[in-house]
């Protein structure tokens, strides 16, 4: 017995010895190999020469009225988020790889079902105070407690979390397999325990949190401008992942309510940089002297991102949205050809997929292997997912809208929907009536051609455009019938899946499953994506998921394309090589001597 009793006791101190007998590495790639060696010098599409100073200013539409950006509550200004550092960073020219920031190495298994990370001993806030395993422990207990919607969701396979040392923190997942865990730690912000210890995490501030990052905030107006500054004495400028990154001195992002206004300034100099995302001023706004002269550049930047969901997005908590073929029938009444001609200029593809652009859409019917997984679903999952391959309503020749129409009425007929007195009503005589709830005025030239092709099947569709701050207090608390929503996707889907269709977020205020699904399939097909062991399967499995989501009809999908369109201030440099991500802002420079000769021409 005494013998058992000192084995016994021998394995428990082993264990813990066993569970971290992984080599230190320098990055981790979620399928296949990393790209950049152990003692790489720069990422490819930076030039570690670029001079540093100058001033970077950029505009946003809306406003903000919190620096907090971690918390429902309030609206954050996106740049505030360079003022923090995460464990890991990732490239722009591979489908999802990591390299260390405030980690100088991680340990991870082979199964993947832990992870260290060593922390550097240079890495500090911006106080001058080390980061330790006390703050990762930290940030990882406040984010999932008090934070965004999403760190939950991320975070919900985590099974415990404990320091090592004061520079060494482990965490250890659930069972199952899940790729992705120990990447997604690692994009976890730092947060500094000390400070927060003596600020209320929950509360919006003006006040800029204290962080890590290569960018501190300088001024502010709350809603109209945000000055962030480079910090001097950066702990982390001169590692790998940071030369030829971060080379402005100040980046000023000043706030304007309406696009239109905005374009204004930009031509009259008032910002450097804009990147456009609407077809009509691309087309037509960007003829103006400065243009001519050459003192503003515009280019199409090439990407491979895929382009993730735009589209009408319905509220299926609403009892009026609930039935898919309602969902179809209104997918009829939008003319994307006609859209596309008129407004668009014919600049835009039909989005077909949750992820166009890239070899994760879905096309035809369903492979072998696709069906393995969608086979045992039957019943629980659209019919049409077996039998046919998804397309979005067209409308082909003259009569192709009034075709649509007549579809539509059909559809809605079948789903209990009659005309009475002009007006689609139900059983019980109620109206078919709703709201689209835009936050831009942009979207109302393309919402009200749509909303008077609802009034021939007899519908109410009443467009209201509201400010951004209401705007987002009704979305989080889900307070809409349809929205323009959009959910951006990556070359490597995983564990955010969770928060886009997941039951799990289907009633968590601030959420981005705005849609409200709650499917125990669709969770299935989820987990599958996030236990994917290779990147061949992962593409299998997103195309499934991608099926049934097409034809659960939660969308009227709209449009996209394979390039980012920009137009700058001819007063910058940048590195020729484009990763397959697209370009990257924070690897340009300032140029003084275009800026200066920019400035002499534009003078009367």
Do not use: C
């Amino acid at each position: 017995m005494k013998l058992l009793a000192v084995l016994s006791a021998l394995l428990l101190v082993a264990a813990p010895v066993a569970a971290s007998a992984a080599p230190p590495v320098h990055g981790l790639a979620m399928h296949g190999e990393l790209k950049y060696p152990a003692g790489f010098s720069h990422f490819d599409y930076v030039n570690p020469a670029a001079p540093v100073g100058g001033e970077l200013r950029l505009a946003e539409l809306g406003g903000f009225d919190s620096l907090n950006p971690f918390i429902v509550k309030g609206n954050a200004p996106s740049r505030v988020a360079m003022a923090f550092e995460s464990l890991l960073i990732p490239s722009a020219d591979e489908a999802f790889s990591e390299y260390g920031l405030i980690a100088e190495s991680i340990e991870v298994p082979d199964d993947r079902s832990w992870v260290v990370f060593n922390l550097r001993s240079q890495a500090r806030f911006h106080d001058g105070t080390p980061i330790t395993a006390d703050d990762v422990l930290f940030s990882y207990d406040i984010l999932r407690t008090k934070g965004l919607p999403f760190y939950r969701a991320y975070y919900a396979n985590v099974k415990t979390a404990e320091k090592l040392a004061d520079r060494k923190v482990r965490f250890v997942f659930a069972p199952g397999e899940n790729r992705e865990l120990p990447l997604i730690i690692g994009q976890m912000p730092i947060l500094s325990k000390k400070y927060w210890q003596t600020h209320a995490f929950d509360q919006t501030t003006l006040e800029a949190p204290l962080g890590s990052g290569p960018y501190r905030v300088e001024s502010l107006e709350a809603g109209r401008y945000l000055v962030m500054t480079r910090v001097a004495d950066y702990w982390g400028k001169d590692l790998p992942v940071n030369k030829g990154m971060h080379n402005f001195q100040r980046i000023r992002t000043d706030y304007y309510r309406d696009s239109t206004v905005a374009l204004e300034a930009f031509k009259a100099g008032e910002y450097d940089f804009r990147l456009e995302n609407e077809s009509k001023k691309w087309a037509t706004g960007y003829d103006f002297p400065a243009v001519v002269q050459g003192l503003v550049k515009v280019k199409k930047f090439p990407n491979e991102r895929p382009t993730g969901m735009q589209g009408y997005a319905y509220n299926t908590r609403r009892p009026l949205f609930q039935d898919p073929r309602v969902r179809h029938a209104l997918a009829y009444a939008f003319d994307f050809e006609w859209t596309n001609k008129n407004l668009f200029y014919g600049q835009y593809e039909r989005t077909r997929s949750y992820f166009s652009n890239s070899d994760l859409a879905s096309g035809g019917l369903p492979s072998p292997d696709e069906l393995k997984l969608l086979d045992p679903l039957k019943g629980s999952i659209p019919a049409e997912v077996f039998t046919a391959e998804y397309t979005p309503p067209e409308v082909k020749g003259a009569d192709g809208l009034r075709d649509n129409l007549r579809l539509a009425a059909g559809m809605l007929k079948d789903a209990g929907w009659t005309i009475r007195d002009g007006h689609l009503v139900n059983a019980a005589g109620q109206p078919f009536a709703f709201e689209i709830l835009l936050d831009q005025p942009v979207w109302e030239r393309i919402s009200l051609p749509f909303a008077q092709n609802l009034e021939r099947l007899g519908i109410t569709a009443t467009v209201r455009t509201v400010d951004t701050a209401q705007y987002k207090n009704r979305v989080d608390n889900f307070d809409f019938d349809m929205i323009v929503d959009v959910w951006g996707e990556s070359l490597s889907p995983g564990n955010e899946q969770r928060e886009f269709w997941g039951t799990a977020t289907a009633d968590m205020p601030g959420s981005r499953n705005a849609v409200g699904i709650k499917s125990k399939a669709i969770d299935s097909l989820i987990d599958q994506v996030v236990a994917a062991p290779d990147r061949q399967t992962l593409v299998t499995r997103v195309h499934a998921l991608d099926r049934v989501l097409l034809w659960g009809h939660y969308v009227i999908p709209h449009w996209h394309i394979g390039y980012d369109r920009v137009a700058f201030w001819d007063k910058f440099g940048m590195p020729q090589v484009i990763p397959r991500q697209g370009f990257q802002l924070m690897a340009w420079w300032f140029d003084p001597e275009k800026a200066k000769s920019a400035a002499i021409q534009k003078k009367p």
